[in-house]
T-cell receptor, first 115, second 114 residues
Framework: SAVISQKPSRDICQRGTSLTIQCQVD?????MFWYRQQPGQSLTLIAT?????????ESGFVIDKFPISRPNLTFSTLTVSNMSPEDSSIYLC????????????FGPGTRLTVL | AQSVTQLGSHVSVSEGALVLLRCNYS??????LFWYVQYPNQGLQLLLK??????LVKGINGFEAEFKKSETSFHLTKPSAHMSDAAEYFC????????????FGTGTRLTVIP
């Protein structure tokens, strides 16, 4: 398995501001993903974080709103830009370990509230 | 495209009773299927996974699931519910795109009644 940490664990932000969420993994990973879980709903994939190149975004998500970086194999950031109350969600980092093609591990999530 | 459907957004059982959480999948190829649990204010934890080996899969905390191709189902069961089982449960299927990421069902909230 892997130990995945996310910072911050939670935050309350004002409309129009931006928040950067960090994801750090203690193992070598091949894939890193960012998911959103809106209140009372399931998980939706935002993007796949690619090392050293632009992230691959799912339909409905754009780089200007959710810029993602992945400078190395074990670290990634997701920024939620120009926030509105509709962005209030839990944001989860997920990884697939080297040598494991099927299983995904999840971080504890970042609980974001936008006022 | 791969997808999963979870029947029942809320399930309530008495402590000691059978737990049955339903998941049906849609896939054009043999699927890889997963059950995750999310306790309040926590991330997701893998309960078990099916990756085309044995059709009856045993997971953690006494849970198991059976892959039934004829029914396109992967229901999660536990013979005797415990209070600590109260949580949100998600069924997921691995996608077949480049990243092979997971696609999740809408979740089932399990309540265990003392």
């Amino acid at each position: 398995s892997a130990v995945i940490s996310q910072k911050p664990s939670r935050d309350i932000c004002q409309r129009g501001t931006s928040l950067t969420i960090q994801c750090q993994v203690d193992s070598q990973v091949t894939m890193m993903f960012w998911y959103r879980q809106q209140p009372g709903q399931s998980l939706t994939l935002i993007a796949t974080a690619n090392q050293g190149s632009e992230a691959t975004y799912e339909s409905g998500f754009v780089i200007d709103k959710f810029p993602i970086s992945r400078p190395n194999l074990t670290f990634s950031t997701l920024t939620v830009s120009n926030m509105s109350p509709e962005d209030s969600s839990i944001y989860l980092c997920s990884v697939r370990l080297a040598g494991e093609v099927n299983e995904q591990f999840f971080g504890p999530g970042t609980r974001l509230t936008v006022l | 495209a791969q997808s999963v459907t979870q029947l029942g957004s809320h399930v309530s059982v008495s402590e000691g009773a059978l737990v049955l959480l339903r998941c049906n999948y849609s896939s054009s190829v043999p699927p890889y299927l997963f059950w995750y649990v999310q306790y309040p204010n926590q991330g997701l934890q893998l309960l078990l996974k099916y990756t085309s080996a044995a059709t009856l899969v045993k997971g953690i905390n006494g849970f198991e699931a059976e892959f039934k191709k004829s029914e396109t189902s992967f229901h999660l069961t536990k013979p005797s519910a415990h209070m600590s089982d109260a949580a949100e449960y998600f069924c997921a299927v691995r996608g077949m795109g480049g990243a092979n990421n997971l696609f999740f069902g809408t979740g089932t909230r399990l309540t265990v009644i003392p």
